[in-house]
Nanobody, 116 residues
């Protein structure tokens, strides 16, 4: 059973930066896709960024140019570098991993709060 543990969330002022980490209990080498979703109060969960095993990336339009996703297979960790944060980035951020048969694993979430 693969477990995902997020860290790095917190409170930051607008314009600041945070780096989220998602550490897995197993190897991520076999995971086709890993990424980050977020959910703000009263809103649906939305995809923020994802990265494939071939390191192709996709980003939500709202974070392009500000967020960068990366993966370190040797450390079984995925990162989300978030720069130029805005109050509208405030949400709980969830890490996910999709294996070769399409099964998704989820982390417990980490809170990101951006003050204006």
């Amino acid at each position: 059973q693969v477990q995902l543990v997020e860290s790095g969330g917190g409170l930051v002022q607008a314009g600041g930066s945070l780096r989220l980490s998602c550490a897995t209990s197993g190897s991520i080498f076999s995971m086709n896709t890993m990424g980050w979703y977020r959910q703000a109060p009263g809103k649906q969960r939305e995809l923020v960024a994802r990265i494939t095993s071939g390191r192709s990336t996709n980003y939500a339009d709202s974070v392009k140019g500000r967020f960068t996703i990366s993966r370190d297979n040797a450390k079984n960790t995925v990162y989300l570098q978030m720069n130029s944060l805005k109050p509208e980035d405030t949400a709980v951020y969830y890490c996910y991993a999709r294996n070769s048969i399409g099964y998704d694993y989820w982390g417990q979430g980490t809170q990101v709060t951006v003050s204006s």
